[in-house]
Antibody, heavy 127, light 109 residues
């Protein structure tokens, strides 16, 4: 069965860095675009970033552009999120999610729906 | 950016009731609209994609409709396990990115 397991969350001070991982199993990881989505406590869902199936195309929410970097290692079935220059407003539960319908090019992605999600890893940024 | 507005933000209903949740986009998004269910402490679960396509394994009492800017999620007969928060999500284009509605919390009456 499809499984996504996030790790790497923790408590950090503003300005510091953190790297999240998402281990995938139960499907052909290299065939799917993947997303990170976050949710602050008691708040709604906020999309963070997407990476195409082959890692060629990546897009980010304006709120994290220039600070976060998404990447993947298809040989290890693992998705990553490198988070630099963390701010208190980045505090949230971070989910990785699979996208079976994405079509991505060098200029855009569309047709996205997120059919499997991990359980999330908590990132807390405070001084 | 495309804004998604859900209504109501919460509702109370009896088991067996028909429940309708609406989602409005700030611009036309064709049928690029998905619905998710989220229970406390759990990850979101995809219910409906492309406005009206039922995700595999989701009970047929869930249905979605709409196109353009106005969309609806309907639960035909509310079951005890359906008490949760429901969120819409537009997938019209990245960039700028996916956006979610604020959520509708469905509670027991």
């Amino acid at each position: 069965q499809v499984q996504l397991v996030e790790s790497g969350g923790g408590v950090v001070q503003p300005g510091r860095s953190l790297r999240l991982s998402c281990a995938a199993s139960g499907f052909t990881f290299s065939s799917y675009a993947m997303h990170w989505v976050r949710q602050a406590a008691g708040k709604g869902l906020e999309w963070v970033t997407i990476i195409s199936f082959d890692g060629t195309n990546k897009y980010y929410a304006d709120s994290v552009k220039g600070r976060f970097t998404i990447s993947r290692d298809n040989s290890k079935n693992t998705l990553f999120l490198q988070m630099n220059s963390l701010k208190t407003e980045d505090t949230a539960l971070y989910y990785c999610a699979r996208d079976p319908g994405a079509y991505c090019s060098s200029t855009s992605c569309y047709g996205n729906h997120l059919d499997y999600w991990g359980q999330g890893t908590l990132v807390t940024v405070y001084s | 950016d495309i804004q998604m507005t859900q209504s109501p933000s919460s509702l109370s209903a009896f088991v067996g009731d028909r429940v309708t949740i609406t989602c409005r986009a700030s611009q036309s998004i064709s049928n690029y609209l998905n619905w998710y269910q989220q229970k406390p402490g759990k990850a979101p679960k995809l219910l409906i994609y492309a406005a009206s396509s039922l995700q595999g394994g989701v009970p047929s009492r869930f249905s979605g409709s709409g196109s353009g800017t106005d969309f609806t999620l309907t639960i035909s007969s509310l079951q005890p396990e359906d008490f949760a928060t429901y969120s819409c999500q537009q997938s019209y284009s990245i960039p700028p990115g996916l956006t979610f509605g604020g959520g509708t919390k469905v509670e027991i009456k």
